[in-house]
């Protein structure tokens, strides 16, 4: 039976628009996503971008995320979603996305007309049509200016949670300040993802929330406020542009009367502050406890998880404030060789079966008799690799020529001691590790994980998190407002589905691991010097 009030997240990621409703026993009762690709054609997207002809840049139309809206609620009213049921919202967008508004748009938002589309009434709001998106990297100049402003590489860290990066909307907003200064001049309003989606359901600006701010290179990480040393070192005026920041609990506004009435949400719904993909991530796996972390394996392996003291750091990782308990952190490593560089090693040696690889693999012992790899099929972010290639070392240092059963549990090995070295340098020290993504059902990389961390390795009954974790942050927004003061998150997803244990750690195994790890660390160091930056 379905409990009297629901609770819907959004999820905007590159690719497309999801939503996912719960009821009030955090169970999922409907669920519905559209392809911006796909769904959305006139956009001419792929992957839900543009890829710029110069290699760098790379941008989403701001209309598409208007449009995707209009498709995905008209959908969920003919589908008879209890829509009339949602007491309020909340939602995920990609981080590093910018929406740039102009002055039209306040006016324009506060009156939507019924009887039109939210497309039609919002193609002219934009003060720059194409959002830069995170998949951008055409703002090196900005980032080397940002850094020098601030004292450098490090001090940059510390302030906002990570160095300068090119995907960062702070370095997107200078290079659009310094590149066309027209369209900065008409801008009123930079959104974010994450805060644009919001503006629309509650007919006026929605601010940033705090968790996806501190993705910008603009916002203190201690004090959860904008740095005026970064946005004087960024354009001017930026702080009427961005407007203020609000805890990731907050409730922004209700639901404008537009929705209601075109397509029957109940009109008192509170919009909760919206956030970006990777605190939205943590929030669906409930990784509110210091010591919880997620390891993503997809494309790329993601590692992240929740820290009371942050050590940010200018070499790797991002640090944001969390988006579930307001006096914590965030902590987060992406690298960027992870599936397919794991397909090519199984390509080459197993003939593309994943059973004869997981056969091969059992074939050798923890530890590799010493042989340690690293296997860079694309450059690497964590540690920064540029050039590809593989680098293959004996027990003595040297370089070394593998068998393919060697080569399969050297990659498997590197990837994991890799993350656990990375991990450690900026303060994650795991309790217990939630394993999502694709290649969480492989068992000898889960297991190899599980020995080299040193703890057990779970999975969540859902791996798409982060249109789930709105849902869960738009129930714990409700529940804050009706008790007059803060939830524990804890305490909000308390009745959510129990995790399930896929692995338990063999300690001769992990103390082979412990013992490789200065090896690993220094091998890996000599890679960097010879093929890094």
Not at 196 to 221: H, R
Not at 262 to 284: H, M
């Amino acid at each position: 039976m379905i409990a009297s009030k629901l609770f819907l997240g959004l999820d905007s990621s590159t690719q497309g628009l999801k939503a996912t409703i719960i009821d009030e026993q955090l169970e999922v009762v409907y669920e519905h996503a559209i392809n911006f690709d796909h769904d959305l054609p006139q956009f001419k997207t792929k992957g839900g971008a543009h890829q710029h002809e110069d290699g760098l840049t790379v941008t989403a139309p701001a209309l598409m995320w208007v449009a995707a809206m209009d498709l995905l609620f008209g959908l969920m009213r003919d589908e008879g979603a209890l829509l009339a049921n949602v007491a309020a919202i909340s939602g995920s967008g990609q981080q590093h996305g910018s929406v740039w508004l102009n002055t039209e748009a306040s006016s324009v938002l506060a009156n939507l007309d019924v009887s039109q589309t939210l497309e039609a009434q919002l193609k002219s709001v934009f003060s720059v049509a194409d959002s830069p998106i995170w998949m951008d990297f055409s703002t090196t100049a900005q980032c080397q200016a940002l850094e020098v402003a601030l004292g450098g590489a490090q001090a940059v860290a510390e302030l906002t949670g990570s160095r300068a990066f090119e995907r960062f909307t702070g370095n997107q907003i200078a290079k659009i300040h310094q590149q066309n200064p027209e369209a900065y001049a008409e801008t009123d309003r930079i959104a974010l993802v994450s805060s644009f989606l919001p503006s629309i359901l509650i007919g006026g600006y929605a601010p940033i929330d705090v968790s996806d701010g501190s993705g910008m290179n603009l916002l203190d990480i201690q004090s959860g406020d904008w740095a005026p040393a970064a946005l004087e070192a960024t354009a001017p005026n930026l702080v009427e542009k961005l407007g203020p920041v609000v805890p990731s609990h907050a409730i922004v506004g209700t639901l404008a009367g537009y929705f209601s009435e075109r397509y029957g949400f109940v009109a008192d719904c509170a919009v909760v502050a919206f956030s970006g993909d990777n605190p939205n991530s943590l929030a669906g796996l409930r990784l509110e406890n210091t010591g919880d972390i997620a390891i993503s394996l997809g494309t790329s392996d993601t590692v992240f998880g929740s820290l009371a003291e942050p050590h940010p750091s200018a070499e790797e990782g991002h640090i944001f404030v969390s988006p579930v308990q307001p006096e914590a952190f965030m902590a987060m490593i992406v690298f960027k060789n992870g599936s397919l560089t794991r397909e090519m090693i199984r390509d080459t040696h197993a003939g593309g079966s994943w059973k004869t690889y997981d056969a091969m693999l059992q074939q050798t012992a923890p530890g590799n008799g010493g042989r340690i790899g690293f296997y860079i099929n694309e450059p690497e972010i964590t540690p920064t690799i540029v050039t590809p290639g593989i680098s293959r070392f004996g027990a003595d240092d040297q370089p070394a020529a593998f068998s393919p059963e060697e080569d399969i549990r050297a990659l498997y090995e590197g990837q994991c001691l890799s993350m656990r070295l990375h991990a450690g340098n900026i303060g994650i020290e795991p309790r217990r590790i939630l394993a999502t993504g694709g290649a969480s059902v492989d068992k000898g990389l889960i297991q190899i994980m599980s020995n080299v961390f040193g703890v057990a390795v779970y999975t969540a009954e859902k791996s798409d998190t982060a249109s789930l974790g709105a849902a869960y942050r738009g129930l714990h927004g409700f529940l804050c407002k009706e008790a007059h003061g803060f939830v524990p998150f804890a305490d909000a997803v308390s009745a959510a589905p129990p995790f399930t244990k896929i692995a338990e750690p063999d300690r001769d195994a992990h103390a082979v691991y412990i013992a490789m790890l200065p090896r690993y660390a220094s091998l890996e160091q000599c890679v960097v010097s010879k093929n890094g930056v």
